[in-house]
């Protein structure tokens, strides 16, 4: 059993910056991926981000790319979202989840364990 507790959103303008973070216990942290997804209102869950449970290989989705990063301290079993020239479009619930069985994966269905979220709000 993992529990993954989100933290970090709120509310920034246009062009600025927010780390999200992920707090996770049970399981081997380093041991499984950690993704981060977000879902805005009516729309479905999108994959951001995710990163190998070493840390040595990561995946982003094409928003994400040259705008956020994701990384690892496996010492604190937390992975972080760092999001930076945010747009009014990055507005939405992220939610950070663990893969224990499969490889690297943008797909949420891969995913075995969630977060409860946490709602990030860019003003334009």
């Known amino acids: 059993q993992v529990q993954l507790v989100e933290s970090g959103g709120g509310l920034v303008q246009a062009g600025g910056s927010l780390r999200l973070s992920c707090a996770a216990s049970?399981?081997?942290?380093?041991?499984?991926?950690t993704g981060w997804f977000r879902q805005a209102p009516g729309k479905e869950r999108q994959f951001v981000a995710a990163i190998s449970g070493s840390g040595s290989r990561k995946l982003y989705s094409d928003s994400a790319k040259g705008r956020f990063t994701i990384s690892r301290d496996n010492a604190r079993n937390t992975v972080y979202l760092q999001m930076n020239s945010l747009k009014p479009e990055d507005t939405a619930v992220y939610y950070c989840?663990?893969?224990?069985?499969?490889?690297?994966?943008?797909?949420?269905?891969?995913?075995?364990?969630w977060g409860q979220g946490t709602q990030v709000t860019v003003s334009s």
């Open positions: 049970g399981g081997t942290f380093s041991s499984y991926t």
């Open positions: 989840a663990a893969d224990l069985t499969s490889d690297l994966s943008g797909v949420s269905a891969q995913y075995d364990y």
